[in-house]
């Protein structure tokens, strides 16, 4: 008996998020595009609950795209570096006390009396509950930018980032990129050793362990990191073509001034106040730092082979996380207060409706993105695909 109904949903995942191949491989740059959308719209509040649903999306498509690569695995050091931060910032609070006033006394601690030029800063002292909401409410958000940029980290694969990079680029990218190829395999060998070691019943931990195996560690390092410079040499890295020097200067202009107003852009939609401006000076200095990009890129004499295309599913992608941080962005201006709660007095943070609607338009990605070959939702796809098939 033939169930048509039951190949219908996989035909339709199929359709929706095929299984990625050399020919459909989504854009490196377009999930950090995403990751830096859901990073501003987290910067433009401080409600935990929508810092928390931020959170969860992008660990939710973490979870549906990356891979089994090394470098996918580095989600859960930056959740673990954000509660951290969250953690140093609420002993900060504690001891240093905190500008937001309060009535709700947790504790008093003992008060270090500092020289008359320190005025304005104090150890110890009252701690209030206020205080501490604050500082939570403020750690959390910082959390919350650390993630978004790890989930970026575990699903752009560096070394596609590195060949769609500009000419000019290329040697920064590459440092970059081999330091993040390395610091997995420092890991890999520092875990490969310990084992060795349980196994001959000697210590691994302590001071005497760490020499142990910190020295073989390293002597790897070293060994990788020569075979890399003369690989790197055999194939030429480094060569530059003759570019006039009228050339040369006006690139180096318009790419330190290009950044300079991205820099300025940025931190203009980062902050509250920095809207009115941020938009038209990230705008001036893109188009700066690209033309200074686009004429640093003659004295590169490398080639691309292949270059990875930017399709209809990453302008997807890139642009769920630009609507996320827009109609952030709206709401924070038309509705400050349910995006920041108010501590003084303590309210219980509510979640509002409108922003949490836009922040759940981060999903699309985890729908339209094409599915690695490796990843768990390709198996739970072949799965139910075969299952389908023997019902059929």
Known sequence: MTDHGSGAPALLRRRLAPEAHRSNALHPGAWWVWAIGLGTAASRTTNPLLIGL?????????????????????YGAFV????????????????????????????????????????GVRIGGR???????FALYDGIRLAGLLICVGAANALASPSRLLKSLPGALYEVGVAVVVAMTFAPNLITDVQRLRAARRLRGRPDKGVRG????????????????????????????????????????????LTLGGLMGVCVGTYGLLTAQGTSYGLSALAVGLLAALAGLRLGGRRSVRTRYRPDPWGVRAWLVAGSGVAVAGLMIWAASHDPAALHPGVVPLTAPTLPLWPAAAVLLGLLPAFVAPVPADSPASHAASAASAASEETS
Do not use: C, N
């Open 54 to 74: 931020l959170i969860g999306v992008a660990g939710y498509v973490v979870a549906a795209r990356r891979t089994s690569a090394p470098w996918a695995k580095s």
């Open 80 to 119: 673990k570096l954000g509660l951290v931060v969250i953690a140093i910032r609420l002993v900060f609070a504690i001891v240093l006390g905190s500008p937001i006033p309060g009535t709700h006394v947790v504790v008093t601690l003992p008060e270090v009396p500092l020289p008359d030029w320190a005025k």
């Open 127 to 133: 701690v209030t509950a206020e205080g501490l909401t």
């Open 210 to 253: 760490l020499l142990q195996v910190g020295l073989p560690v390293l002597e790897g390092a070293l060994e990788r990191s020569v075979a890399l410079a003369a690989a790197m040499d055999a194939r030429g890295f480094g060569r530059t073509a003759p570019v006039p020097a009228g050339v040369r200067r006006a690139t180096t202009a």
